[in-house]
């Protein structure tokens, strides 16, 4: 049985449960069975498209988005869908409950989410235990191993002014077992947190966090590139400031984007005027867009990550299209299952042939 078969078998299951009860049973099934015979369930050969963006070799142009598996529980278990790189986290250093239940809304009349989990995480020693455990860069034959994506945040009860404290923490304890880390600074969820995308405060983050980033790499004798992850609602003002930052400090790339606050694309919809960050559909074309206006910033070398809407190949090739180099899914593994990541590596690798 195909992988979109056995999905769409499970499919009305999940959906019949809360959205946050379904996806604490989907990956507590992908913790328990990876690494066993019972993974055949969602693995996939990965397809090979290999790309090299900020000194990395990506296996292929296909990534998990962080926040699907904040906790870094299930990394073998993406390993084997074929991804070619995933993220996990945001993670904290602290550990936090996030934001009052219910905190998950399906949109499925737009294939869309809105979430306010507010970085709900089990904390940083979990995180990198987590991490240590996984096996995903062992057992490929020749082939070359995903890479890994760690993406930092900050505590909510961490006042905004002492924010670089918690990411400092953060990029220590990851540094070492990352192939990249993600500073998330745009979230919807945390009180002020998308205020260190302004000019001083993104400036000063930056600043810091590239200057301890030199310290761990002759501490641990690799330079770990550092990526920014950027909301979807900026104007091209807050775009060309951002872009100037990120390569006035050396930062090696961009993540665009995180979910939008904009309720255009599903109003009077159940649900839709939840608070939180909306995903899927409703936010491709904000993403296209900033996508476009950090490559018209940026120039054609530098790094971007194209993350937003993504439900088929056709999506995927238009990120491209607009400036991207890879891309990441989150939403769309919920509407489409596993399935859809040989659907859009398969797209993207014939767009590069």
Do not use: W
């Not at 900050?154 to 990249?180: F, M, Q, W």
């Not at 608070?275 to 790094?303: D, K, T």
């Not at 194209?306 to 890879?326: C, F």
Request: aromatic residues 6%; hydrophobic residues 45%.
């Amino acid at each position: 049985m195909s992988l979109s078969s056995l999905y769409g078998l499970a499919r009305p299951f999940l959906f019949g449960l809360d959205a946050e009860h379904a996806h604490e049973v989907t990956l507590g099934l992908l913790a328990r069975t990876q690494n066993t015979p019972l993974a055949c369930a969602y693995a996939s050969a990965r397809v090979d498209d290999p790309v090299t963006l900020a000194g990395l070799r990506f296996p292929n142009r296909v990534g998990l988005a962080a926040g699907l598996d904040k906790n870094a529980r299930c990394i073998d278990a993406f390993a084997a869908m074929g991804f070619g790189f995933v993220e996990v986290g945001t993670v904290t250093p602290k550990p936090q409950p996030g934001n009052a239940r219910p905190r998950i809304f399906r949109l499925p009349a737009r294939q869309a989410l809105i979430n306010r989990l507010g970085f709900n995480n089990d904390g940083l020693d979990a995180f990198v235990a987590n991490v240590q455990r996984a096996r995903f860069r062992t057992g490929q034959g020749n082939r070359a191993p995903m890479l890994l994506g760690l993406n930092i945040g900050k505590n909510a009860s961490t006042p905004i002014e002492r924010a670089i404290d918690d990411y400092l923490l953060c990029l220590d304890g990851v540094y070492p077992h990352a192939d990249y880390v993600v500073v998330n600074v745009s979230s919807p969820n945390t009180a002020n947190l998308r205020s260190l995308q302004s000019d001083e405060a993104l400036d000063a983050l930056l600043a810091t966090i590239v200057e301890r980033r030199e310290v761990l790499a002759a501490q641990h004798g690799r330079r770990v590139p550092l990526f920014l992850k950027i909301a979807p609602d900026l104007d091209e003002a807050q775009v060309q400031v951002i872009a100037a930052t990120l390569q006035r400090h050396g930062m090696d790339g961009v993540i665009a984007s995180n979910t939008t606050l904009s309720r255009q694309a599903v109003a009077g919809l159940p649900h839709a005027e939840e608070m939180g960050g909306l995903s899927g559909v409703p936010v491709r074309e904000a993403s296209n867009r900033v996508i476009a206006q950090f490559r018209a910033a940026l120039g054609p070398g530098f790094p971007i990550i194209g993350v937003g809407g993504i439900m088929s190949g056709e999506d995927a090739k238009a990120k491209l299209a607009a400036g991207a180099d890879v891309v990441q899914m989150y939403t769309g593994i919920i509407y489409r299952g596993p399935s859809l990541v040989r659907e859009v590596a398969e797209a993207l690798r014939q767009r590069s042939a």
